[in-house]
């Protein structure tokens, strides 16, 4: 499972807004970097290669504030709208910076955002001075429904081999989230920013 836009803060309204991940493209030719470098619609990226001598250049493209890659015209025939990548975020990567575009449907306010993860959750609580949260809305009903459940089975045994029952994302709650004194507590956290 991996997210191509997760739930965080708004930094101007502080209400639930949605951060999607920017598209990016490396540029592998001189020709190509100097177009992106030009356009009104990209930011042009480095990041230091295997050795600090030899940079890598990447094109993002904010999904809501450029136009769509289909329509912006004489794009490097290397860099066609189908050879772009989505950025996301998978379950297994707990610290997380990355380029995308933020929506708020309060304030209305959409820009260019750095995200800094899992810092800005939206869905997000404190239990005993550590923080636990979900990627959405639809993963904090998970969350909530596996706290408060009795039944935390993560795997059920079979006699060819082991069967994943719950998702990667709830394998990795912390113990200290799972105890039955911690559950109420939790529980009642959860249900307040789910609105429930």
Same mark, same amino acid.
């Given at each position: 499972?991996?997210?191509s836009s997760i739930?965080i &803060? $708004?930094?101007i !309204?502080?209400?639930?807004?949605?951060? +999607?991940f920017?598209n990016?493209? =490396?540029l592998?030719?001189?020709?190509?970097?100097?177009y992106f470098?030009?356009?009104?619609?990209?930011?042009?990226?480095s990041r230091?290669?295997w050795?600090?001598?030899?940079?890598?250049?990447?094109?993002i493209h904010?999904r809501g504030?450029?136009?769509h890659?289909?329509n912006i015209?004489n794009?490097?025939?290397h860099?066609a709208?189908?050879?772009?990548q989505?950025?996301?975020i998978?379950?297994?990567?707990t610290?997380?910076k990355s380029?995308?575009t933020? &929506? $708020?449907n309060? !304030?209305?306010?959409?820009?260019?955002y +750095?995200l800094?993860w899992?810092? =800005?959750?939206?869905?997000?609580?404190?239990?005993?001075?550590?923080?636990?949260w979900a990627?959405?809305r639809?993963?904090?009903?998970?969350?909530l429904?596996?706290?408060?459940?009795n039944?935390r089975?993560?795997?059920?045994e079979?006699s060819?081999?082991n069967y994943?029952?719950?998702?990667?994302?709830?394998r990795?709650i912390?113990?200290?989230?799972?105890?039955?004194k911690?559950r109420?507590?939790?529980?009642k956290k959860?249900?307040?920013?789910l609105?429930l």
């Amino acid at each position: 499972m991996m997210f191509s836009s997760i739930s965080i &803060r $708004c930094p101007i !309204c502080t209400q639930l807004a949605e951060f +999607e991940f920017a598209n990016y493209i =490396e540029l592998r030719h001189k020709s190509d970097l100097l177009y992106f470098k030009k356009s009104k619609h990209f930011d042009v990226v480095s990041r230091e290669g295997w050795s600090k001598y030899k940079l890598y250049y990447h094109a993002i493209h904010y999904r809501g504030i450029s136009p769509h890659l289909e329509n912006i015209k004489n794009l490097p025939k290397h860099c066609a709208p189908k050879k772009w990548q989505q950025g996301v975020i998978y379950p297994n990567i707990t610290l997380h910076k990355s380029l995308g575009t933020i &929506r $708020c449907n309060i !304030c209305k306010s959409i820009s260019k955002y +750095e995200l800094t993860w899992p810092e =800005e959750a939206f869905f997000q609580i404190e239990y005993k001075g550590k923080n636990l949260w979900a990627y959405d809305r639809n993963t904090a009903i998970q969350l909530l429904n596996y706290i408060k459940s009795n039944d935390r089975s993560k795997r059920v045994e079979s006699s060819s081999e082991n069967y994943v029952t719950q998702d990667y994302f709830l394998r990795k709650i912390p113990e200290q989230f799972q105890t039955a004194k911690a559950r109420n507590e939790i529980v009642k956290k959860l249900r307040k920013i789910l609105g429930l």
